[in-house]
């Protein structure tokens, strides 16, 4: 069983374009994550759900919107794709959301925006 | 500001050989510090963590790291590496509501 599972793995979208990439996970936890990776591999937060409640926004430009319709699941929908957006996206979750909790992160998403 | 460096952004070595890899952290209060390693086309996995306590800490797969307060290190061992460790390492840092500062990452080749 997959815990932290994400569709699609792969998308390939021209400019300008509207796309969501889905999370989901079964582990229970109460607090899911959207990480951004690089072309350099660094990662970045971009925000932090605990029960459906936005709780970490980060200095994200706002065609990134967060939706988790409930405690399983965190979609991230993107509006007018920008080359820069190519990049891995990892979801991930943690049990709680101290700062001591482990994050699972899931396989990743990686977008190619052309 | 929370910040975490991984000074060695490759480093090679011959399988069966011992393996450190540097992390130094920036962090007001104290640290929760983790090492998550990402093989290829893969998600992160945890290695280890620390959080209190003693301050060497054993992971999966044979790793182990040291907390250093008085150095601002976290830095992760082995000591004989196999082929299928070969991977990107990344160290981070829990910060307030859980926000992980990672850093850049380190590449670890391994030659048969």
């Known amino acids: 069983d997959t815990a932290v599972s994400q569709t699609p793995k792969y998308l390939v979208t021209q400019m300008g374009n509207d796309k969501s990439i889905k999370c989901e996970q079964n582990l229970g936890h109460d607090t899911m994550y959207w990480y951004k990776q690089d072309s350099k591999k660094f990662l970045k937060i971009m925000f932090s759900?605990?029960?459906?409640?936005?709780?970490i926004n980060e200095t994200v430009p706002n065609r990134f919107s967060p939706k988790s319709p409930d405690k399983a699941h965190l979609n991230l929908h993107i509006n007018s794709l920008e080359l820069g957006d190519s990049a891995v996206y990892f979801c991930?979750?943690?049990?709680?959301?101290?700062?001591?909790?482990?994050?699972?992160f899931g396989p990743g998403t990686r977008l190619t925006v052309l | 500001a929370q910040s975490v460096t991984q000074p060695d952004i490759h480093i090679t070595v011959s399988e069966g050989a011992s393996l450190e890899l540097r992390c130094n952290y920036s962090y007001g209060a104290t640290p929760y510090l983790f090492w998550y390693v990402q093989s290829p086309g893969q998600g992160l996995q945890l290695l280890l963590k620390y959080f209190s306590g003693d301050t060497l800490v054993q992971g999966i797969k044979g790793f182990e790291a040291e907390f250093k307060r008085s150095q601002s290190s976290f830095n992760l061992r082995k000591p004989s590496v196999h082929w299928s460790d070969a991977a990107e390492y990344f160290c981070a840092v829990g910060a307030v509501t859980n926000k992980l500062i990672f850093g850049a990452g380190t590449r670890l080749a391994v030659h048969p």
């Open positions: 759900y605990n029960n459906k409640e936005l709780i």
């Open positions: 991930a979750s943690s049990l709680l959301a101290g700062d001591t909790d482990t994050q699972y």
